[in-house]
């Protein structure tokens, strides 16, 4: 099977995002497929009462249905606010072994911080956030460098700080890691 990645929308995603993540991604990580598959329903048991958020391991754990094939990764995308255990809240997660991770566009959107709406920049967040997810799935880790995608993001200024492409150094891996799943 050619080497993919698979877009899954969990919950409801408005508008063209997935589509406009597609185009992106399919550049940053070509040689790589990119494609939309899908909807899963938001994982009711994920719904914490007390914080009024979505605990990110149950979305991981619902997007393993997608990863049935070593050679894609899978990149679920949903509307509801994140979190996991010791942080306030995430703005996605990957898991290393099974291929999948996730992004809360919730806190993406210029609205979330009382500012006027902006489809340039909510679009360009999502990119790296889903690239920055996408990269713990190739195994690369944080980067120290503050312009690559690769950087934590634990404010949304590091997010707008930060680039959508990898640093020289992450890119070589990353070119790397899709050149062995070519094989
Ligand atoms: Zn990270
Ligand atoms: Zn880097």
Not at 97 to 118: G, M, T, W
Not at 129 to 135: D, I, K
Not at 141 to 166: A, E, G, W, Y
Request: with cysteine; charged share 25%; proline share 4%.
């Amino acid at each position: 099977m050619r080497p993919s990645i698979v877009l899954v929308a969990i919950g409801e995603i408005k508008g063209n995002l997935l589509e406009r993540l597609r185009e992106e991604l399919s550049v940053i990580f070509y040689p790589l497929l990119v494609e939309i598959s899908g909807t899963l329903s938001i994982p009711k048991e994920a719904y914490n009462f007390s914080r009024k958020q979505y605990k990110s391991s149950h979305f991981l754990e619902a997007l393993k249905i997608y990863a049935t094939d070593k050679n894609s990764k899978i990149l679920g995308i949903t509307p509801v606010d994140l979190y996991t255990k010791g942080l306030n809240f995430i703005f996605g997660q990957a898991t290393l072994e099974d291929n999948v991770c996730v992004i809360s566009i919730h806190r993406l959107k210029p609205e979330f911080y009382e500012q006027a709406k902006n489809e340039k920049i909510f679009i360009e967040r999502c990119t790296k956030e889903a690239v920055h997810e996408l990269g713990h799935t190739f195994f690369l880790n944080h980067c120290p460098n503050p312009q690559c995608v690769m950087h934590f993001s634990n404010h949304i200024l590091d997010t707008d700080r930060k680039s959508k492409n990898f640093c020289e150094k992450c890119q070589s891996k990353i070119t790397e890691k899709i050149k062995s799943l070519e094989v």
